[in-house]
């Protein structure tokens, strides 16, 4: 089976510049930069955690595979240069449910220009496993990290957020064109993707920076579907904005010279949203829109 499936991926991937050896061997042989840094991210997906069989569709499956590993290059502000793709297939089904897994993850490494360069697959008696490793490069302003944020930096935020689990947690856009764009033309300070809540991601730039944040719960950007999440829950829409994950938006720390030339920006049409500041004052607190403070403790997605 495994066989099968390399010699049909070597019918559907093109050749590209960066891969001097590709599928077919014991490891693939990339061209690479001499000044540029390499960036590398793996994310592991199971079934019964990240999606469910046969209720999610194995395109959208291995679409988001391949896609949060490209938030996670958008977060350093790193070019995508290839991927390699790992699965463990149920026994039952195996040939059909890898090849609808390729189907979702080919079109989207075209769209960023990203080749697959290996990986390898299994069959077991267990659930699926599906796990990408993508690697970048750094550009000539190096990679962006969690640890720069300052006090009296703005808190900017792509997107909007609190309506991930109707639908976007699997056709999301990883942002790696707009953190490209933006870190080119402006200074930032720090970035990380909402892959696990808001509130939480913005607690890692915190922590890596030593710095505390306020939040205006007025300023968060709203998914036209967040309404509908709340509803259900009998939580508020603003809960679901700073709780819920699998947003995969930018949270950026721009300081205060430079963030009203990047808000005029709408890089690919992604709106950008300040939310804050971050302060010297530990923690987190979120500003109401009367005007009242309340300490918020980060939460999200725990692994």
Known sequence: ??????????????????????????????????????????????????????????????????????????????????????????????????????????????????????????????????????????????????????AGDAIVVTGDFGGSILESQFTFTPRVQEALALHARHTLHAATDVSDGLSLDLGHIMQASQCGAEVHLASLPLAPSAEIVASRSGRLPWEHALTDGEDFELILAVPEASVGALLSERVGGTSLTRIGTFTEQPGLQLIHPDGSRQDFEPAGYQH
């Open 1 to 150: 089976m495994e066989q099968q499936l390399i010699d049909w991926l070597r019918e559907q991937l093109p050749a590209h510049p960066r891969v001097r050896l590709g599928i077919g061997d014991d490891a693939a042989v990339l061209a690479w930069g001499q000044q540029a840094g390499c960036v590398v991210t793996t994310d592991l997906l199971t079934e019964g955690v990240d999606f469910l069989l046969p209720q999610d569709d194995p395109l959208r499956i291995g679409r988001k595979a391949l896609a949060v590993n490209l938030s996670d290059l958008a977060a350093m502000a790193a070019r995508p240069v290839a991927a390699v793709v790992s699965l463990a297939l149920p026994r039952h089904g195996a040939q059909e449910l890898g090849l609808a897994l390729y189907r979702g993850i080919l079109p989207l490494a075209a769209e960023f220009e990203l080749p697959i360069a290996g990986g390898d697959t299994n069959t077991w008696d267990g659930p699926l496993v599906i796990s990408v490793t993508a690697i970048g490069e750094t550009t000539e302003r190096g990679p962006l990290l969690r640890s720069g944020a300052v």
